[in-house]
């Protein structure tokens, strides 16, 4: 049995996040109080460390937190994005009894084979390939045992490195990017709501010939074991070198798979991260995972794009318009120039109507010098604090940016854009987003 799934393996595993945070908050109460000067290079490294050796729901935030501009400071954020999510996998053992507590003692007999060694394993739980009693091959997605009480744990860790740097650094009030996070974990931890944000996912993306979603199994399912069909693909990075043309069309089936349930719906998948998905050989993408899924208010997808058209006319009405319909609040001019700055970074391929790659700076590391300057200049003004709203969708635009780098994709994004977005209608979309929600199964917007 992995350490992380036993009783003794948690508490050892808190203790160790206890010690790194605690480490690195005895270093910086030094320099606060005594007036030693902290490396912080050597202490994002030592975070990194501890949070690596974890492979659960933290290092998945961090992850995260990685790719928002100044949500951490730049040390750590770097450090942080060579986080891998690879967990430890439960032995067979312990998966038979895990099985036998979802679909009962007699759970064998309802598949026809069931792979005893894990195929994939990720920060909830691991998959496990398998096929149905009338042949379908199957993945069959089985959460690690009492993973909302490691989540809560992980959690006050993090609020606790959070608060720790926002008392040092007030350019990021972090209070609602934390909130945000929070909620999105415990909402991974119900697969029946992960099965329903498949079915939305399947109803959204209808028409996508490049895109394909997997079908839930509901008979095979529970809140913590997740049954859908196999999708064959391989990883992204094995077409890192292929045919331009190739990587051209993952790039742009990437770009529609997370851009028209947003445009379309107001929906957004917050986590791109690479083992989330796999590619196919004509192109086309599998989504496997959505557990990370956000849904809007209407009016939020209207203020992307009214900061969009702010952008192309040099509206700086609309502009400030645009970043209070996303929730920043009390924003003066100094604070509306820089947040342009990271807005036309983003917005800068879609305004630019002609074929190009993502990032043209030839840096290879997409986002963080601009996020750098970003972060300096609202440091000068006295900070603000992102809304909640900001985190998964700058999560979306940074993680798919530095896929479609990584790819060295070319192709007009802003033609793209149009044909996503360039009849944006509210109510239409309004309606949309209702009845794609219900019948789904789902409430409705967060």
């Known amino acids: 049995m992995a350490e992380d ?67 951490l400071p730049p040390d750590y954020a770097q450090e942080l994005a060579q ?35 894990a195929a994939a394993a990720a920060s909830l739980g691991q998959v496990h390939r398998a096929r149905s009693l009338d ?91 997740l049954t859908m069909t196999w999708l064959d693909g391989v990883r992204v990075i094995t077409v890192k070198d292929a045919a331009p043309e190739l990587r051209n069309r993952v790039a742009l089936n990437l770009f529609r798979a997370w851009y028209r349930p947003f445009y379309g719906f107001g929906v957004i998948h917050g986590d791109p991260h690479l083992g989330n998905y796999t590619v196919r050989a004509d192109g086309g993408i599998n989504l496997l995972d959505f557990g990370c899924i956000r849904i809007f208010p209407p009016r939020l997808v209207q203020g ?34 820089v947040l342009n700055i990271w807005a036309k970074y983003i917005y800068g391929p879609l305004l630019e109507d002609r074929v190009r790659v993502i990032e043209e700076s030839g840096s290879g590391a997409y986002g963080i010098g601009v996020a750098e300057k970003v972060h300096s200049e609202l440091k000068r003004i006295g900070g603000v604090a992102p809304p909640r709203e900001f985190v998964l969708m700058d999560r979306a635009a940074i993680g798919l940016g530095s896929v479609f780098v990584h790819l060295n994709a070319e192709t007009n994004w802003h033609a793209v854009f149009q044909d996503l977005a360039g009849d944006f209608d509210l109510d239409a979309m309004t309606a949309r987003q209702a009845e794609a929600l219900a019948a789904a199964g789902l409430d409705g917007v967060d």
């Open 5 to 71: 799934n036993s009783l003794g393996g948690r508490v050892k595993r808190y203790a160790r996040v206890g010690r790194a945070v605690g480490g690195l908050a005895a270093r910086a109460g030094a320099g606060r109080v005594l007036g030693v000067k902290t490396d912080s290079r050597r202490a994002a490294a030592d975070l990194r460390r501890a949070l690596g050796g974890l492979k659960g729901p933290l290092m998945k935030v961090a992850q995260i937190l990685s790719t928002i501009p100044d949500a």
């Open 83 to 117: 986080l891998q999510s690879d967990a430890p996998r439960m032995g067979w053992p312990f998966v038979r009894r895990r099985m036998a507590a979802e679909l009962g003692p007699d759970w064998r007999g309802r598949f026809a084979e069931f792979e005893t060694e």
């Open 135 to 225: 042949g379908r091959e199957l993945a069959c997605k089985l959460q690690y045992p009492d993973m909302a009480s490691v989540v809560e744990a992980d959690l006050r860790q993090l609020k606790t490195v959070m608060a720790l740097y926002s008392a040092y650094d007030r350019a990021i009030d972090p209070t609602h990017i934390h909130a945000e996070l929070a909620e999105r974990m415990r909402e991974e931890l119900d697969y029946r709501r992960e099965a329903a944000h498949i079915r939305l996912y399947r109803r959204m993306l209808e028409g996508e010939a490049g895109v394909r979603v997997p079908e839930v199994q509901d008979d095979l399912s529970t809140s913590r074991l």
């Open 304 to 337: 992307v794009i009214d900061l969009y058209h702010a952008l192309e006319t040099g509206d700086e009405a609309l502009a400030v318009h645009a970043y209070e319909t996303w929730g920043f609040r009390d924003i003066g001019r100094e604070t509306v120039d």
